[in-house]
């Protein structure tokens, strides 16, 4: 079976002893009321990352991911962190592509590739997020867009090298405006997204991945938009930053 993941992106959010009350909270109420395999993936600002990794057994129910990494190594990249410097405190997975990257630092495909490369080269998995703006939506040229993001992103991968990938389908015109893709919104995409998968690698190893979807999944709509057969998890902005509305979230899944 696919894994049942659950990701709060805290994004640019919570002060030192805010950020430690509230990671606190979920881990005590992860810990006490989730029962299923779901596993959960908490991705701080990068500089919490070692404070969290005291906090977050790697294994457990709930591992540890950066929001972002650099394409290189190492070098003078000034104020960037690099893929092994997060492996080295002990990190698991990282988010590369959010909608944010790309709109806001001009991220390309052929960029996220390199970036997926050393990611994988350190270790880490990727959460590789694809999706279309409003206007895409619209006019009704967004699958053949978000599509090509993983075409042009991740299939130079080896097939052994992609099944260690997460994909997390993020509809930029849901993320925080309020609006939601419908459940069979999101299920039509993540079924293509599938489909997209095994024309490349097989059918085994598209059913074998987990897409997570990440338009405003909150507490109210989780249930319904995780119920979908092909929608593994949700990739979670505004809910996480609340444990009890993202704990209902995870249990959701």
Same mark, same amino acid.
């Given at each position: ?24 909270? =979920?881990?005590?109420?992860?810990? !006490?009321?989730?029962?299923? /395999? ?17 906090? =977050? ?33 002990? =990190? !698991? ?47 009704? !040229?967004? /699958? ?21 990938? &997460? ?13 939601? *893709?419908?459940?069979?919104? *999101? ?11 095994? !024309?490349?690698?097989? /059918? ?26 092909? &929608? /593994? ?15 209902? &979230?995870?249990?959701?899944?």
């Amino acid at each position: 079976m696919r894994k049942k993941i659950v990701a709060g992106n805290w994004k640019m959010n919570k002060t030192a002893e805010e950020a430690k009350a509230l990671l606190s909270e =979920v881990v005590n109420m992860i810990k !006490d009321e989730v029962t299923s /395999d779901v596993e959960v993936v908490l991705c701080p600002p990068a500089l919490y990352l070692t404070t969290f990794r005291q906090y =977050v057994t790697a294994g457990g129910k709930i591992s540890l991911g950066a929001q972002n990494c650099h394409e290189k190594a190492s070098g003078a990249y000034t104020g960037e962190i690099s893929a092994p410097m997060l492996k080295s405190i002990g =990190v !698991d997975y990282v988010i590369l592509g959010h909608s944010e990257r790309r709109q806001y630092f001009g991220e390309t495909n052929a960029q996220l590739a390199e970036k997926v490369n050393i990611a994988l080269e350190n270790g880490l998995t990727p959460i590789f997020c694809c999706g279309e703006s409003r206007e895409l939506r619209e006019n009704g !040229d967004y /699958d053949a867009f978000v599509k090509n993001q993983l075409t042009e992103s991740l299939f130079h991968l080896s097939a052994e090298s992609f099944g260690k990938v &997460v994909i997390a389908y993020e509809p930029i015109w849901a993320i925080g405006t309020g609006l939601t *893709a419908s459940s069979g919104q *999101a299920q039509d995409m993540h079924f293509e997204l599938r489909r997209h998968i095994a !024309d490349q690698y097989g /059918d085994a190893i598209a059913q074998d991945t987990s897409i997570l979807y990440g338009g405003s999944a909150n507490e109210k709509n989780a249930a319904e938009l995780f119920a979908q057969p092909d &929608v /593994d998890g949700g990739l979670i902005g505004g809910a996480s930053l609340k444990s009890r509305e993202f704990t209902i &979230v995870v249990k959701a899944a």
